[in-house]
């Protein structure tokens, strides 16, 4: 086949007919469309059942469009790529849902007033109340948990990375391990033992400690792989200046790695902001406000809510507020990522000139 | 202040592997001394002795003596701390540090160990960026980061920084092998400015620039692969590139090597 015989009637080898850009799209709609009149005709009630269909009709339709129009090779390739699509949307779907309705429910009772009243007298079963007094447990617990874990798992990470060798640090390493499989209530037990033997009465604090057990393996795992990311060659550098190990350590690799270390601190801090079990244990909730971690029971956010579930026999004032404290608890967790991707960005090492 | 380096009977390992056996020569001050060979033969190894970068990479021990004007840097109590004040190294791949600007980046080995005097600083930086002939490149971003230099821009830096501390000694592992044409032959003048000043220890794997830039050169070759690498020869350049004394230098230099 000579250049010459290429005319319009014999398309060039390189140019192939191609679906136009809003195919997909085209193909989404016409399944989901497709699957609800299925599952309508069929009498399927669930809406899962639906979706499912759809995803099924629209991988299959893909395919069908694509290889009948454009040749096996691009089918496959779009095949793929719409799986991508679909198991992308199957992941976002329950978040998107569940942020969705932590927000239509929580904001009838969320107002100013929710935010800077406790519960007081005020039954579990009637309107009105509020979560400062939760909100004042979780932001000390949570505090107090972060104070000690993130600078011992800091240490500890660095420890590991920068001088560990040896027995010493697999054994570390080996605890650490073992400490991040730790589920939350045998944390919880664990402080509660000690705290039987020293005869004590629920107190914040003791759940900070709790906290503190979870959150610490998280904090050396995160930072541990931060740190390794500093190229060994600006530790060589400063070395070689003849700055001493730890200033460098302090002066060059911290700082180097310092963004990703924050947004690592912070995901604990929002792992362990949601934790019930311990704090259910040790803090034990109470409805008035106690500012004093270190004496008396306090409230938490997450243990407000379950107690709002659990002791509202039914009333729809608890349950409104049980969901107003998701959404603040929600709000608050997301806010602490921001912080983080804030540092993160705003610590990053500088590029441009 | 250039001081003497006498090595003598010098043996570096990595844990159990013996890089480099039994090497002894000595390095005059205010000269240039070039380490040519093939890869492998254990030239960074041995140039990394010398200001005790090597015990940094785990597992690694040295043995042997290194005198620096007499004072031997293995000696009992000797900080490996003061030893690398005096003795400052260049890097392969240039490496500024990505959380400074130009200017933290010169200033960072006297901030980092705490000597200095805030007013001599901004001298101090300045003085060095001129040596390192990048004052007028980089004078009106000082406050920029380092990174955002070109590699031959980023070397200069890195060679600022290094001579910022004031060391007797500067050792460079290969400083071009980065750059491009004309940044090497910038930073080729900036050795000869600096021979002045400095005991000037570099490693390169160009031919010519051994010839151009340094007065004595040192041949390193090892006998087979697994072998430790062994200093062949040292001598005057002129010598070693016209009239060497031994068959396997001659071999290496005129590209008769395996
Ligand atoms: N970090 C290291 N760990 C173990 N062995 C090493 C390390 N660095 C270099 N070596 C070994 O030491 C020998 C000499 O290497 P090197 O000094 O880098 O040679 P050159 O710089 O002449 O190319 C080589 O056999 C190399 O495999
Ligand atoms: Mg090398």
């Known amino acids: ?353 | 202040m250039a001081k003497r380096i006498d090595v003598s009977g010098l043996t570096a390992y990595y844990g159990s592997h013996k890089a480099i056996e039994d090497i002894s020569m000595t390095v005059e001050p205010r000269s240039v001394t070039a380490f040519i060979g093939p890869s492998g033969c254990g030239k960074s190894t041995f140039l990394r002795t010398l200001n005790r970068m090597h015990e940094v990479t785990p597992g690694g021990r040295v043995e042997g003596k290194v005198l620096l004007d007499d004072e031997d840097l293995y000696g009992a109590g000797v900080d490996p701390v003061s030893v690398r004040r005096e003795v400052g190294m260049v890097f392969q791949r240039p490496n500024p540090f990505p959380t400074m600007s130009i200017f933290d980046n010169v200033a960072a080995g006297l901030r980092l160990n705490g000597n200095y005097r805030k007013s001599e600083l901004n001298d101090i930086v300045e003085k060095s960026l001129k040596g390192a002939n990048l004052w007028n490149e980089v004078k009106d971003r000082l406050s920029k980061p380092g990174s955002g230099l070109s590699g031959g821009q980023q070397q200069r830096l890195c060679i600022a920084r290094a001579i910022a501390v004031e060391p007797k000694v500067l050792l460079m592992d290969e400083p071009c092998s980065a750059l491009d044409p004309i940044s090497t032959l910038a930073i080729e003048d900036l050795i000869g400015e600096l021979k002045e000043r400095f005991t000037i220890v570099i490693v390169t794997h160009n031919m010519q620039q051994a010839a151009r830039v340094s007065d004595r050169t040192a041949f390193f070759n090892l006998a087979a692969v697994g072998q430790p690498g062994r200093l062949i020869e040292i001598d005057d350049t002129e010598r070693i590139f016209s009239n060497p004394s031994v068959q396997a230098t001659e071999d290496y230099i005129s590209g008769r090597f395996g």
């Open chain 1, 1 to 353: 086949m000579s250049t010459a015989a290429v005319t319009d009637k014999r398309p060039s080898t390189l140019r192939a007919a191609s679906l136009p850009k809003w195919t997909p799209w085209a193909i989404a709609a016409g399944s989901v469309a497709l699957g609800i009149g299925i599952s309508a005709a069929a009498g399927l009630s669930s809406k899962i059942q639906w979706g499912l269909i759809a995803a099924v009709l629209f991988v299959l339709g893909t395919y069908g469009i694509a290889a009948r129009v454009e040749g096996r090779r691009q089918a496959k390739d779009r095949v793929a790529t719409s799986f991508v699509w679909v198991a992308f949307v199957v992941a976002v779907i329950p978040l998107v849902s569940l942020i969705w309705v932590t927000i239509a429910r929580g904001v009838k009772v969320l107002d100013v007033y929710f935010l800077t009243h406790s519960m007081g007298v005020v039954a579990d079963t009637e309107p009105g109340g509020g979560i400062y007094h939760a909100i004042i447990g979780s932001l000390e617990q949570v505090g107090l948990a972060t104070a000690i874990g993130a600078p011992i798992g800091v240490l500890t990470a660095i420890y590991l990375v920068e001088y560990g060798r040896g027995r010493l640090a697999k054994a570390v390493t080996f605890f650490v391990d073992v400490m991040t499989g730790i589920p939350s209530i045998v944390a919880g037990l664990f402080i509660l033992s000690l705290m039987l033997i020293f005869e004590m009465q629920p107190f914040g604090f003791a759940g900070s400690l709790a906290l503190a057990i979870l959150m610490m393996p998280v904090v050396v795992r995160s930072t541990e792989e931060m740190l390794k990311l500093v190229p060994n060659e600006l530790r060589e550098a400063s070395l070689a200046l003849g700055v001493p190990k730890w200033r460098t350590i302090l002066k060059v690799v911290l700082p180097t790695s310092i963004g990703g270390i924050t947004t690592g601190i912070m995901l604990a801090v929002a792992r362990i902001a949601g934790e019930t079990a311990p704090v259910l244990l040790l803090v034990f909730g109470n409805p008035f406000i106690n500012n004093n971690p270190f004496e008396g029971a306090q409230a938490s956010l997450p243990l407000y809510i379950y107690q709002q579930f659990a002791n509202s026999a039914g009333s729809g004032a608890a349950y409104d507020r049980a969901w107003a404290a998701s959404l603040t608890l929600i709000a608050f967790v997301m806010i602490l990522n921001l912080v983080a991707r804030g540092i993160a960005r705003w610590k990053a090492p500088k590029t441009g000139r």
